[in-house]
């Protein structure tokens, strides 16, 4: 039974067609019916094309259209763009527009090999080339991702470079990728890129051969269109012509794959000024419920590229549970979320941890592993398989005094491999001959301090330094400290955040590092070689074959990008911290408003994905007495900011109204709704059974006097987007924006009158005024001559006799 909405979108006949559909708002179902109604209209179905995002999504579609038609009609294409790119690729080799070429994809083997002999043909000074032979990895990784975007687009290299905002280090990507396709078109081979790229590339260099392919379809209905990048779209107008009508169907609110080239724009903005078209929406959600859907619609509405739809729970979907907790430090409440979530009925599998990164995904895994909570890593490596954490084994073996138990050849590669952790800045033929040394001269890790012919002071100095910290691991009796000592001393951490490729590479790799060494440090028993045995026995168990839970029935850890187009009865997002949501890569600074938009299109989809519970953990929701010294501590401490966007507390209460059809006594007493609770009611047809807001919404704003239960009566002196500093009497203390509701009471009304007289000298300090400039200020000190005075954007001083402003009095 399809709703009013979708009934709309299907009987669509004339024209182009825009459709929005929420997440869950059942597109395919819609789509599926759309092209049955099309088909049982008398359209030739070899004159329909149906576009889908990836291939599991083409097989889900062209099952369901299968059995929709029951073999009343043929049935369509049903292609990805990247298969009917193939097909065109292959059809114009015959025709003799592109060269003939093998249209098996290269094998990531072959491609890596080729695309680092590029790497090293374009690097321009000896350095280059060692570095890259040093790094291949990150190198590659990097490369590869360039490529992508590079050929996401009809723009030069140069361009995507650019716009892509690459490092200056990596502008030899340029020129590698111009040896690189030259090798491709010698070798006759192509790429999974390749596939769009070089019949588009055809397309754009002949205008009469567009001209030949145009106008053969009549019908195109194209999937998650917010995801389409500029090559696809290139090809899916080239191939439309003047004859195709096109149906496209996206959200803007889940554009999350701009590193490959998709933006929003193309569904805001591209494809109206291109078609002419009739717009739909579908804003019904059978996924989750009114607690989940109103929590995302207020952190959505902060975005600006967006179209104005608002996600509605229908009167059929579960009542999601949305429930905000703490991360402790141990992540022990991760994984008894869990353990409770089984032991009342449900499986592991029904479970995911979403994460931004893959090093925030590294103490999920360990912290499950450690609890014996079966769990499998999609899309990524297991978090003892990274290397770093393999060399963080080796110096834990080495405490223990086991290393010598392996064999020479084992022994002498994870020497190798730790010393080229270390970041030494030191050739690998050297690094090797310093490993024999280690295990053959007798010396042991002594040996790191002979010298050897080529290296730098500065080189020397280093293996000196790593020789006196690898003395102290030997002697260290506590694998954690040990281990942290080690990392302080060599000041490695920061050594790799400083020389890795790029911000994010960087901080994933010490946050990875962070965490392991943070879990080492905090078991009961941190003797080394304990530490040792639990850690193989982790490993042990994690790959035994016996073990079918973790095959058949376990907890899914994955990537917030990884979970798109996926559903799960519990969903789990873990560190939902100021650096992590929105990603900080690295950087102590705000994002961009783009990237900010970005991360939390992210967050949307993340949170969209949960059928039966949501639940969002953050550090510090029990730092009810905030931080002393009114200074706002690091990012990885406080809350997301987009928590607070969600407005929590109103879309839990309200949706809980919703959800049980009886309202609570606060519901009673009238709920104090946002412009976006508003709106959703009203498209309930219920908004006239709630009070439109109160009289007034406190806020925390500048100047503001409060009042906390331990610290007393203060006054708001700073505000930023994370929270507020509360200068108290004898104190200055920084409060989470998240926590501010619930620990502190406004004294002040937010509705102050103004004194209706002008004062020139008579303010004194700690009175609050407002400047007709620089609006509401703190007198901060007033001397002979003169009254100074904190603004919000910063302290301002003023001459006694030329200062005028107005006394704000306040309602207690």
Known sequence: MLTEEQLLVTRHIRGHARVTAVAGAGKTTTMVRYVLERLRSGIDPRLVRVVMFNKAAQEDFSRKLQHAVGGAFGLPPVRTFHAMGRNLAISLAKEGYLPPFDPTPLGDTQVGIEMLRALQASAGTSSQRAAIRDEQQQWLDAFVGFVDLAKSSLQSPESSFFAGAYPEQYELFIEAFARFEQWRKAAARVTFSDYLYDPCCAIAANPDLAQFLANRVELFVVDEFQDINDIQFFLLKTLAGERAHLQVVGDTDQCIYEFRGA??????????????????????????????????????????????????????????????????ADGFSLADLCLAEHASGRPFRDMVFLCRTWAQAAPVELVLLQRGIPNRITGGSRVLDRQE?????????????????????????????????CELKIKHEVLRRYAQRVLSDGHGFAALKLSDDGLSMYQEQRLQRLAVALDGIEKSAFAGRGLETFLTD??????????????????????????????????????????????EGLRVADADPKQGASVTDAVTITTMHRS??????????????????????????????????????LMYVAM????????????????????????RPELNILPSPFLREMNIPLAAELGAVLENGTQSSRADAGLALTNTATRYLAALALDGEFSSAFPWIDTFEFGVAVRHDLHGDGRIVAVDEHGITVKFSVKQVYFSALLVDKVLKLIDSPLEDLATRELHGEFVSGEVLAHSKYGRGIVADVDARFIHVSFREGSKSFRKDLFRATRITTKK
Not at 281 to 301: D, E, K, V, W
Not at 302 to 320: F, G, K, M, Y
Not at 515 to 530: E, I, K, L, R
Not at 578 to 595: L, S, T, V
Request: glycine residues 6%.
């Open 490 to 535: 060599l000041d490695l951490l920061k050594a790799i955040r400083d020389n890795a490729l790029s911000s994010e590479d960087g901080e994933n790799r010490a946050a990875t590092i962070g965490s392991f060494v943070g879990f080492v440090a905090m078991q009961d028993d941190q003797s080394p070689a304990a530490v040792v045995a639990m850690i």
């Open 389 to 421: 954490i393999k060399v963080l084994l080796v110096l834990l073996r080495v405490m223990s005094g086991r290393f010598n138990e392996q064999s020479p050849a084992d022994c002498q590669q994870q020497v190798f491999d730790l010393l080229r952790f």
């Open 263 to 328: 933006r929003p724009e193309y569904m805001l903005t591209y494809f109206g000024e291109n078609y002419p078209h009739s717009s739909y929406q579908m804003s019904r959600t059978f996924r989750y419920g009114h607690r989940l859907a109103l929590a995302a619609a207020h952190l959505i509405a902060h975005n600006q590229r967006r179209e104005p739809v608002l996600c509605i729970s229908a009167d059929n979907a579960p009542a999601t549970k949305l429930e905000l907790r703490l991360q402790t």
């Open 608 to 631: 969209t994905r949960a059928i039966d519970a949501l639940y969002l953990f953050t550090p510090s929701l029990d730092c009810h007495n905030g931080w002393d010294g009114g200074f």
């Open 564 to 601: 798109k187009g996926l559903e799960w009865p519990v969903v789990i997002l873990p560190g939902l911290s100021a650096h992590y949501m929105p990603y900080q890569a690295g950087r102590r600074r705000r994002a961009d408003e783009d990237q900010q938009e970005s991360e939390r299109r």
